[in-house]
T-cell receptor
Framework: EDKVVQSPLSLVVHEGDTVTLNCSYE??????LLWYKQEKKAPTFLFML????IEKKSGRLSSILDKKELFSILNITATQTGDSAIYLC???????????FGTGTRLKVLA | GAVVSQHPSWVICKSGTSVKIECRSL??????MFWYRQFPKQSLMLMAT?????????EQGVEKDKFLINHASLTLSTLTVTSAHPEDSSFYIC??????????????FGPGTRLTVL
Protein backbone atom coordinates (compact mmCIF):
# COMPACT_ATOMS: atom_id res chain seq x y z
CA GLU A 1 0.00 0.00 0.00
CA ASP A 2 1.30 3.44 -0.92
CA LYS A 3 2.13 5.70 2.00
CA VAL A 4 3.68 9.03 2.82
CA VAL A 5 5.03 9.72 6.29
CA GLN A 6 6.04 13.07 7.68
CA SER A 7 8.09 13.89 10.73
CA PRO A 8 7.97 15.40 13.18
CA LEU A 9 4.22 15.50 13.70
CA SER A 10 4.51 18.80 15.48
CA LEU A 11 7.20 21.31 16.22
CA VAL A 12 7.44 24.46 18.32
CA VAL A 13 10.28 26.90 17.65
CA HIS A 14 11.13 30.53 18.28
CA GLU A 15 11.29 33.25 15.67
CA GLY A 16 14.59 33.21 13.86
CA ASP A 17 15.14 29.49 14.22
CA THR A 18 15.71 27.22 11.24
CA VAL A 19 13.51 24.16 10.86
CA THR A 20 13.74 21.04 8.72
CA LEU A 21 10.64 19.04 7.95
CA ASN A 22 10.89 15.50 6.65
CA CYS A 23 8.80 13.49 4.24
CA SER A 24 9.45 9.86 3.34
CA TYR A 25 7.41 7.85 0.92
CA GLU A 26 6.70 4.40 -0.43
CA UNK A 27 4.75 4.90 -3.63
CA UNK A 28 4.82 2.39 -6.46
CA UNK A 29 4.27 4.82 -9.34
CA UNK A 30 6.02 8.02 -8.39
CA UNK A 31 5.51 11.11 -10.53
CA UNK A 32 6.28 14.05 -8.28
CA LEU A 33 6.43 15.18 -4.68
CA LEU A 34 4.71 18.34 -3.57
CA TRP A 35 4.81 20.51 -0.48
CA TYR A 36 1.86 22.57 0.72
CA LYS A 37 1.24 25.01 3.53
CA GLN A 38 -2.16 24.91 5.19
CA GLU A 39 -3.46 27.55 7.55
CA LYS A 40 -7.16 27.95 8.16
CA LYS A 41 -8.40 26.87 4.76
CA ALA A 42 -7.25 24.79 1.82
CA PRO A 43 -3.56 24.05 1.19
CA THR A 44 -1.45 26.54 -0.69
CA PHE A 45 1.21 25.27 -3.06
CA LEU A 46 4.87 25.62 -2.14
CA PHE A 47 6.98 23.32 -4.31
CA MET A 48 6.80 20.49 -6.81
CA LEU A 49 9.84 18.23 -7.03
CA UNK A 50 10.44 15.66 -9.72
CA UNK A 51 14.21 15.25 -9.93
CA UNK A 52 16.67 14.17 -7.28
CA UNK A 53 19.23 16.56 -5.91
CA ILE A 54 17.88 19.78 -7.39
CA GLU A 55 17.03 22.28 -4.71
CA LYS A 56 13.99 24.45 -5.17
CA LYS A 57 14.01 27.75 -3.36
CA SER A 58 11.46 30.44 -2.62
CA GLY A 59 12.55 33.14 -0.21
CA ARG A 60 13.30 31.53 3.14
CA LEU A 61 11.89 28.17 2.06
CA SER A 62 13.77 25.49 0.17
CA SER A 63 13.22 21.86 -0.60
CA ILE A 64 15.08 18.95 -2.11
CA LEU A 65 14.19 15.42 -3.17
CA ASP A 66 16.17 12.19 -2.89
CA LYS A 67 14.56 9.57 -5.14
CA LYS A 68 17.08 6.90 -4.17
CA GLU A 69 16.38 7.14 -0.46
CA LEU A 70 12.72 8.07 -1.06
CA PHE A 71 12.50 11.24 0.96
CA SER A 72 12.30 14.98 0.77
CA ILE A 73 13.03 17.79 3.19
CA LEU A 74 11.55 21.24 3.51
CA ASN A 75 13.76 23.86 5.14
CA ILE A 76 12.56 27.13 6.55
CA THR A 77 15.22 29.59 7.67
CA ALA A 78 14.76 32.62 9.93
CA THR A 79 11.27 31.48 10.87
CA GLN A 80 8.55 34.03 11.51
CA THR A 81 5.24 33.73 13.34
CA GLY A 82 3.52 33.80 9.95
CA ASP A 83 5.16 30.48 9.15
CA SER A 84 2.96 28.81 11.76
CA ALA A 85 0.85 26.31 9.83
CA ILE A 86 0.47 22.68 8.91
CA TYR A 87 2.94 21.64 6.25
CA LEU A 88 1.73 18.85 4.02
CA CYS A 89 3.76 16.61 1.77
CA UNK A 90 2.04 14.76 -1.08
CA UNK A 91 3.25 12.30 -3.68
CA UNK A 92 1.54 12.16 -7.04
CA UNK A 93 0.85 8.79 -8.64
CA UNK A 94 2.02 8.70 -12.24
CA UNK A 95 -0.84 6.50 -13.43
CA UNK A 96 -3.85 8.07 -11.76
CA UNK A 97 -2.48 11.55 -10.97
CA UNK A 98 -3.85 11.08 -7.45
CA UNK A 99 -2.12 12.77 -4.55
CA UNK A 100 -1.24 10.69 -1.51
CA PHE A 101 -0.92 13.05 1.39
CA GLY A 102 1.31 12.59 4.39
CA THR A 103 0.26 13.05 7.97
CA GLY A 104 1.40 16.66 8.03
CA THR A 105 3.72 18.56 10.35
CA ARG A 106 2.15 21.19 12.59
CA LEU A 107 4.64 24.03 13.03
CA LYS A 108 4.21 26.74 15.62
CA VAL A 109 6.61 29.68 15.67
CA LEU A 110 6.66 31.68 18.88
CA ALA A 111 7.45 35.39 18.94
CA GLY B 1 -5.00 31.83 -13.36
CA ALA B 2 -5.88 28.32 -12.17
CA VAL B 3 -8.53 29.35 -9.66
CA VAL B 4 -10.90 26.82 -8.11
CA SER B 5 -13.95 27.90 -6.16
CA GLN B 6 -16.21 25.98 -3.81
CA HIS B 7 -19.71 26.74 -2.69
CA PRO B 8 -20.82 26.99 -0.01
CA SER B 9 -17.81 27.80 2.16
CA TRP B 10 -19.63 26.51 5.20
CA VAL B 11 -22.92 24.80 5.87
CA ILE B 12 -24.81 23.63 8.94
CA CYS B 13 -27.57 21.11 8.47
CA LYS B 14 -29.77 18.78 10.45
CA SER B 15 -29.10 15.08 10.63
CA GLY B 16 -30.83 13.20 7.82
CA THR B 17 -30.74 15.99 5.27
CA SER B 18 -28.67 16.07 2.09
CA VAL B 19 -26.08 18.70 1.30
CA LYS B 20 -24.65 19.60 -2.09
CA ILE B 21 -21.18 21.11 -2.46
CA GLU B 22 -20.06 22.63 -5.76
CA CYS B 23 -16.52 22.78 -7.09
CA ARG B 24 -15.78 25.01 -10.07
CA SER B 25 -12.65 25.68 -12.07
CA LEU B 26 -13.01 29.35 -12.95
CA UNK B 27 -10.43 29.93 -15.65
CA UNK B 28 -9.45 26.53 -16.95
CA UNK B 29 -10.97 23.24 -18.02
CA UNK B 30 -10.72 20.30 -15.70
CA UNK B 31 -11.54 16.83 -16.95
CA UNK B 32 -10.53 15.47 -13.57
CA MET B 33 -11.44 16.80 -10.15
CA PHE B 34 -10.66 15.24 -6.80
CA TRP B 35 -12.64 15.32 -3.58
CA TYR B 36 -10.90 15.19 -0.21
CA ARG B 37 -12.09 15.11 3.37
CA GLN B 38 -10.11 16.45 6.29
CA PHE B 39 -11.00 15.79 9.92
CA PRO B 40 -9.63 18.08 12.63
CA LYS B 41 -5.89 17.76 13.13
CA GLN B 42 -5.66 15.16 10.39
CA SER B 43 -4.35 15.20 6.86
CA LEU B 44 -6.31 15.24 3.63
CA MET B 45 -7.87 11.93 2.69
CA LEU B 46 -8.83 11.36 -0.93
CA MET B 47 -12.46 10.32 -1.22
CA ALA B 48 -12.95 10.04 -4.95
CA THR B 49 -11.76 11.04 -8.39
CA UNK B 50 -14.38 12.78 -10.48
CA UNK B 51 -14.13 12.43 -14.26
CA UNK B 52 -16.11 14.63 -16.61
CA UNK B 53 -18.79 12.66 -18.41
CA UNK B 54 -18.20 9.40 -16.57
CA UNK B 55 -18.67 7.80 -13.18
CA UNK B 56 -16.50 8.80 -10.28
CA UNK B 57 -13.89 6.44 -8.90
CA UNK B 58 -14.17 6.04 -5.15
CA GLU B 59 -11.39 5.19 -2.73
CA GLN B 60 -11.65 2.11 -0.59
CA GLY B 61 -14.00 2.57 2.32
CA VAL B 62 -15.90 5.53 0.84
CA GLU B 63 -19.60 4.81 0.30
CA LYS B 64 -20.56 5.81 -3.21
CA ASP B 65 -24.26 5.87 -2.36
CA LYS B 66 -23.66 8.28 0.47
CA PHE B 67 -21.27 10.61 -1.33
CA LEU B 68 -22.74 11.21 -4.76
CA ILE B 69 -20.44 12.84 -7.26
CA ASN B 70 -21.51 14.41 -10.54
CA HIS B 71 -19.09 15.96 -13.02
CA ALA B 72 -21.39 17.26 -15.70
CA SER B 73 -19.10 19.77 -17.35
CA LEU B 74 -15.43 20.60 -17.72
CA THR B 75 -15.71 23.27 -15.04
CA LEU B 76 -18.11 21.85 -12.46
CA SER B 77 -18.18 18.88 -10.13
CA THR B 78 -20.64 18.43 -7.29
CA LEU B 79 -20.48 16.31 -4.16
CA THR B 80 -23.76 15.50 -2.45
CA VAL B 81 -23.63 14.13 1.07
CA THR B 82 -26.88 12.20 1.36
CA SER B 83 -28.65 11.62 4.67
CA ALA B 84 -25.89 13.41 6.51
CA HIS B 85 -25.05 12.42 10.09
CA PRO B 86 -22.86 14.12 12.70
CA GLU B 87 -19.94 11.85 11.84
CA ASP B 88 -19.96 13.35 8.33
CA SER B 89 -19.03 16.72 9.80
CA SER B 90 -15.71 17.58 8.24
CA PHE B 91 -13.82 19.92 5.96
CA TYR B 92 -14.39 18.95 2.32
CA ILE B 93 -11.87 20.16 -0.24
CA CYS B 94 -11.90 19.74 -3.98
CA UNK B 95 -9.07 20.08 -6.43
CA UNK B 96 -8.88 20.22 -10.19
CA UNK B 97 -6.28 19.27 -12.77
CA UNK B 98 -5.59 21.86 -15.41
CA UNK B 99 -5.64 19.73 -18.53
CA UNK B 100 -4.03 22.17 -20.88
CA UNK B 101 -2.11 24.60 -18.69
CA UNK B 102 1.52 24.69 -17.73
CA UNK B 103 0.75 23.01 -14.43
CA UNK B 104 -0.37 19.86 -16.21
CA UNK B 105 0.59 17.60 -13.34
CA UNK B 106 -0.54 19.89 -10.60
CA UNK B 107 -3.82 19.95 -8.73
CA UNK B 108 -5.30 23.33 -7.82
CA PHE B 109 -7.28 23.35 -4.61
CA GLY B 110 -10.54 25.02 -3.80
CA PRO B 111 -10.93 26.93 -0.52
CA GLY B 112 -12.87 24.10 1.11
CA THR B 113 -16.34 23.67 2.59
CA ARG B 114 -16.85 23.15 6.28
CA LEU B 115 -19.85 20.91 6.93
CA THR B 116 -21.40 20.65 10.37
CA VAL B 117 -24.22 18.17 10.87
CA LEU B 118 -26.28 18.66 13.99
Amino acid sequence: EDKVVQSPLSLVVHEGDTVTLNCSYEVTNFRSLLWYKQEKKAPTFLFMLTSSGIEKKSGRLSSILDKKELFSILNITATQTGDSAIYLCAVQDSGTYKYIFGTGTRLKVLA
Amino acid sequence: GAVVSQHPSWVICKSGTSVKIECRSLDFQATTMFWYRQFPKQSLMLMATSNEGSKATYEQGVEKDKFLINHASLTLSTLTVTSAHPEDSSFYICSARDLLGQGYNEQFFGPGTRLTVL
